[in-house]
């Protein structure tokens, strides 16, 4: 899947599907060749790889991660 410009609501939607998932290559659907991550204390990491790596280690430690969205509005702001 490509990110839907028209209505970004629609790309949060197949993120948190992706995530739910465990769909390593829904999420990197979503991601051009070079892709930066931003946590939240700043640390940057980029590429499409090296973030595919990272989900992969974070879903195995992780197994049970999951993202509810009980009301997705304007306000709800995804960066991807």
Do not use: C
């Amino acid at each position: 899947m490509i990110m839907n410009k028209i209505d970004p609501k629609l790309t949060a939607l197949q993120f948190n599907e992706y995530i739910n998932n465990q769909d390593i290559k829904g999420l990197t659907s979503l991601m051009p060749e070079d892709f930066t991550f931003i946590d939240i204390p700043g640390r940057v990491e980029k590429g499409k790889e090296l973030i595919t790596k990272n989900w992969v280690s974070f879903f195995e430690d992780f197994p049970d991660y999951r993202i509810f969205l009980p009301e997705l509005n304007h306000k709800i702001i995804m960066l991807f």
